[in-house]
């Protein structure tokens, strides 16, 4: 979970235009003690891409394409519905058929304890 909380800040850093990834000083500074590197090229992107690109295919085929929207102000509030039904209610069968929620909510109650 650290490293997950460390690359979404990393990502919350990023300037530019998205070809380059540069990493301003106050992230560099902040990220410095992770023992990770930083890579301003395109280094390590591809399996990023994996990732985003599954996500963006499945909520294509199960969410855009089967309730079109009209206006872009609803295809926003049927996404967000989406998300929202995908972490909260659908179980992954990466997260033994859990729910995204369930599995971050326990692990905050596990390290509370």
Not at 7 to 15: E, F, G, I, L
Not at 45 to 73: C, H, M, Q
């Amino acid at each position: 979970m650290k490293n997950f909380r460390i690359m979404a800040s990393w990502r919350a850093c990023v300037k530019g235009d998205g070809q380059s990834p540069a990493p301003s000083a106050r992230c560099r500074k902040k990220s410095s003690g992770c023992n990770k590197e930083i890579f301003a090229g395109g280094k390590g992107r591809a399996l990023d891409n994996i990732f985003v690109e599954r996500l963006w295919r499945t909520v294509k085929y199960e969410r855009v394409y089967l309730n079109p929207a009209d206006s872009g102000t609803q295809l926003k509030v049927s996404l967000k519905e989406y998300f929202h039904w995908c972490n909260g209610h659908r179980p992954h069968s990466s997260l033994n058929d859990r729910t995204p929620d369930a599995v971050y909510f326990d692990y905050f109650k596990e390290q509370a304890a």
